[in-house]
Structures are given as C-alpha cells and as structure tokens.
C-alpha cells in the first residue's frame, strides 16, 4: 500500500518561507511523477508545481519564481520551498505521486499566510 505523508505546513507571514516535504512508503517514486496541488474552500483543486521522473519542473504561473519543487528518489521524497509567500497562497497543500502503481495522494498540510 502505497502511503503519502505531507509535512512543514503553519501558518507564515506575508513575505516569509516555508519549506513543505511529501514522503512516500510503501513504493519506490524513482519512475513516478510527483506533484504539488493546493485547495481552497469552495474550489478546485489546483496544480501549484510537478516533478517528473527525469526532473522535469512545471509550475502554476502564480508561483513561478517563488516556488521550487525538487526530488531525493533515495529518500523517498519530494519537497516543495516557497518563498515570499502571499496571503493568496494560503490552501491545504497536497502530494500526488503518479506511478506504475497508480496515482495517490496525501491527506494535505496547512498553509495560512497572514499578519
């Protein structure tokens, strides 16, 4: 059983870091393509920045030069940094690993930007 955990979430001020981290058991992600998405109440959920597995980035362009999503296959991890951070990112952010195995996710970390 292929399990996700998400951490590093809380809540930040407005121009300030954090660094969210998504390990994954159950399954090596060295083949998988891994993703950041994030939710607000009453949306969708949206793509914030992937990783394949070749390290290939994508991102959102809201969080292009902010964000930085990055892989440690020995690890079993992928982490995203984001930096001068905005109210308007706060959501529950979420890890999605998309592999031979099928697609998973975690079960989310806060995210609140605010003074």
């Known amino acids: 059983q292929v399990q996700l955990v998400e951490s590093g979430g809380g809540l930040v001020q407005p121009g300030g870091s954090l660094r969210l981290s998504c390990i994954v058991s159950?399954?090596?992600?060295?083949?998988?393509?891994m993703g950041w998405y994030r939710q607000t109440p009453g949306n969708q959920r949206e793509l914030v920045a992937s990783?394949?597995?070749?390290?290939?980035?994508n991102y959102a362009d809201s969080v292009k030069d902010r964000f930085t999503v990055s892989r440690d296959n020995a690890k079993n991890t992928v982490a995203l940094q984001m930096n001068s951070l905005k109210p308007e990112d706060t959501a529950v952010y979420y890890c999605?690993?998309?592999?031979?195995?099928?697609?998973?996710w975690g079960q989310g970390t806060q995210v609140t930007v605010s003074s």
């Open positions: 999605k690993a998309t592999g031979y195995f099928g697609t998973y």
């Open positions: 159950g399954n090596s992600i060295r083949s998988s393509n």
């Open positions: 990783i394949t597995s070749g390290g290939t980035t």
